[in-house]
T-cell receptor
Framework: GQNIDQPTEMTATEGAIVQINCTYQ??????LFWYQQHAGEAPTFLSY????GLEEKGRFSSFLSRSKGYSYLLLKELQMKDSASYLC???????????FGTGTRLQVFP | GAVVSQHPSWVICKSGTSVKIECRSL??????MFWYRQFPKQSLMLMAT?????????EQGVEKDKFLINHASLTLSTLTVTSAHPEDSSFYIC??????????????FGPGTRLLVL
């Protein structure tokens, strides 16, 4: 079956670091994506991992371990505008589609 | 680069009418387009996948006669909600995957269309 798990909600303070975890069990794997979605808006692409390891892009980093079916998104120097939902999605190679987790709603407080 | 547009952004219609939503990839050719629906505080639910020039593949539970998808060119896909009812009210989002001019792995999302059926 297909299953992607991420925490429902997280809170953090401005300037801090937060790590959002994602575990997955899918029938096929061809990459893991992280998207950011502000309320009422469409998702915007943040990162893509297909090989194990850490991908860094400015304040955001994403890590993947394929053997553990695990990824995390790391957000540094949090800003108020980072308050949003963060969606973990796995590309199922066989079905050729993205399978989304339920998303993690992050609230950043001053 | 890799911009996807959707039109309209808002639709309010009476029950029983049909609504057409357009999705365009503006600066790349999208070999595959996806249509999603999202209810408040829920994640994206894939409705169908369409490849240019071929019939769409619908997810289980999605009525293909109710949600008509046309992907006539590499830059345009349309979703028509036929005989819309209040339960069809939702946020409809398309995404596109390249193609020439964009990453072949990444899906880029349009801004979404909010549909309210009275």
């Amino acid at each position: 079956g297909q299953n992607i798990d991420q925490p429902t909600e997280m809170t953090a303070t401005e300037g801090a670091i937060v790590q959002i975890n994602c575990t997955y069990q899918t029938s096929g794997f061809n990459g893991l994506f992280w998207y950011q979605q502000h309320a009422g808006e469409a998702p915007t692409f943040l990162s893509y991992n297909v090989l194990d390891g850490l991908e860094e892009k400015g304040r955001f980093s994403s890590f993947l371990s394929r053997s553990k079916g695990y990824s995390y998104l790391l957000l540094k120097e949090l800003q108020m505008k980072d308050s949003a939902s963060y969606l973990c999605a796995v590309r199922d190679e066989r079905a050729d589609k993205l399978i989304f987790g339920t998303g993690t709603r992050l609230q950043v407080f001053p | 680069g890799a911009v996807v547009s959707q039109h309209p952004s808002w639709v309010i219609c009476k029950s029983g009418t049909s609504v057409k939503i357009e999705c365009r990839s503006l600066d790349f050719q999208a070999t595959t387009m996806f249509w999603y629906r999202q209810f408040p505080k829920q994640s994206l639910m894939l409705m169908a996948t369409s490849n240019e020039g071929s019939k769409a593949t619908y997810e289980q539970g999605v009525e293909k006669d109710k949600f008509l998808i046309n992907h006539a060119s590499l830059t345009l896909s349309t979703l028509t909600v036929t005989s819309a009812h209040p339960e069809d009210s939702s946020f409809y989002i398309c995404s596109a995957r390249g193609g020439r001019g964009a990453s072949q792995e990444t899906q880029y999302f349009g801004p979404g269309t909010r549909l309210l059926v009275l």
